[in-house]
């Protein structure tokens, strides 16, 4: 008799629905436990060649803020532009996180995130209240 027969076994079918493209590389059928898998396709970050930690996912989020806050230029057309309520958006996601993850992150990381928010607050405050100042002047 053959092995695969005297084996009882199942079938996956994957009938989820994605938003994506699909991935032509990938096998549209399922693959047995001992049969080689399809190769992975590389992730961003890998791709980039630097690995995620919370500090790199830290510092993306707070280079998010100080392109919301016109500190720095666009990477997709060069242009300063200011979104104040995007940047308090940032911000708030940044306090959140330091909020949920307090006790629990190594003291570098810790000083990290708490130094960015400060600092990310005080620009955010003066650039909502600048303006008012000059006014009254």
């Known amino acids: 008799m053959d092995e695969q027969q005297e084996k009882p076994g199942f079938r996956v079918t994957d009938r989820r629905r994605f938003a994506g493209?699909?991935?032509e590389s990938a096998p549209?059928?399922?693959?047995?436990p001992g049969s080689a898998a399809a190769p992975e396709t590389p992730r961003?970050?890998?791709a980039a060649g630097e690995p995620v930690t919370f500090s790199t996912f830290v510092l993306g989020l707070s280079t998010q803020?100080?392109?919301?806050?016109?500190?720095?230029?666009?990477p997709l057309?060069?242009?300063v532009e200011q979104d104040?309520?995007?940047?308090?958006?940032?911000?708030?996601i940044l306090g959140i996180l330091r909020e949920k993850t307090r006790a629990n992150l190594e003291p570098g990381?810790?000083?990290l995130l708490d130094s960015m928010l400060y600092d990310l607050r005080m620009r955010y405050v003066e650039l909502v209240r600048g303006p008012k100042k000059k006014e009254e002047a």
Request: cysteine-free; glycine content about 6%.
């Open 44 to 46: 961003p970050s890998e």
């Open 84 to 92: 104040l309520p995007a940047a308090k958006h940032v911000i708030d």
């Open 65 to 74: 803020a100080l392109l919301h806050l016109g500190e720095i230029a666009s």
């Open 21 to 23: 493209t699909a991935d």
């Open 109 to 111: 990381e810790e000083h």
């Open 28 to 32: 549209t059928e399922p693959t047995e």
């Open 77 to 79: 057309d060069g242009k």
